[in-house]
């Protein structure tokens, strides 16, 4: 009778303890997790930080875009400068027509490649994104390289100078000139040779921050920009304008 009764004292104390400790573990299981209002705050604190965020980021990625399209400008001013130096010249290339080289139709950088001062054919982070097909013919595979089709994209051309009074650039795509000077008129003699950088559907926020890297300026959104080494056209009617950037003349 006493064992049975101990026994019995002993199960009942197993029970006790295992109910105390369940009702522990439930207790703490339930000031572990988190409320509906805690959770809604958390979202709420998320929502608010990507709303500040992420506007500052955008024009971080902007920023770095551009001035990757400046680094790049200077390097290709380098490599004009190379090919002078080595060919002694700078043939005529008004980017446009079927061949890349060997003709005035063809695109400069295409000269600089093969003269392995360049690495790739020049692609700018911004403006167009049009890229150069892989059979080398246009934006495209099968588009043949037009003077429709390269003008959308960027490219490296080389053309005589034009008119005193051309600002920035002749409609044509025979001639070019630079207002390096800031008097008002081109610089340079029809019997100069220019290699510039052309790069269409360029955004007025990003022409506006690469001018301020090359030439140094602040200027005012919209106006037409026709003196320095980094040029632009008037805003077209998306918002963009094409940019043409200086590397060098003979």
């Known amino acids: ?4 009764l101990i ?11 295992s109910c105390a400790g369940w009702s522990q573990r439930r207790g703490r299981n339930r000031r572990d997790a988190f409320t509906l209002v805690e959770i809604i705050g958390v979202v709420a604190v998320i929502a608010i930080l990507a709303a500040v965020l992420t506007p500052r980021v955008v024009e971080v990625i902007a920023r770095s875009r551009v001035s990757g399209t400046a680094q790049s400008l200077g390097s290709l ?14 043939p005529q290339r008004l980017g446009y027509e079927v061949s890349n080289t060997a003709t005035p139709g063809g695109r ?8 392995g001062l360049v690495e790739r054919l020049f692609a700018s982070p911004i403006g167009s994104q049009l890229a150069q097909s892989s059979a080398g013919t246009g934006c495209t595979p099968g ?6 089709a390269l003008l959308l994209r960027p490219h490296i051309r080389s053309a005589p100078g034009g008119a005193a009074s051309l600002t920035p650039v002749a409609v044509a795509i025979t001639e070019v000139n630079f207002d390096l000077d800031r ?9 100069a040779m220019i290699a510039f950088a052309y790069i269409p559907q360029v955004r007025v926020v990003d022409a506006l921050g690469l001018n301020r890297i090359i030439d140094g300026e ?15 056209s008037a805003v077209g009617t998306n918002n963009t304008v094409t940019v043409y950037v200086y590397l060098g003349q003979l």
Do not use: W
Not at 77 to 90: E, H, K, R
Not at 218 to 232: F, K, M, N, P, Y
């Open 183 to 191: 008097n008002g008129s081109g610089d340079f003699p029809s019997t």
């Open 218 to 232: 602040t200027l005012t959104a919209g106006v037409e920009d026709t003196a320095g080494r980094c040029i632009s």
């Open 108 to 115: 400069f950088d295409t000269d600089l490649l093969r003269s």
């Open 1 to 4: 009778m006493k064992h049975r």
């Open 143 to 148: 588009v043949p390289q037009t003077t429709t």
């Open 7 to 17: 026994a019995d004292l002993n199960s009942a104390e197993f029970q006790h303890g």
């Open 77 to 90: 001013q380098s490599a004009v400068t190379g090919y002078i130096v080595v060919s002694n010249s700078l």
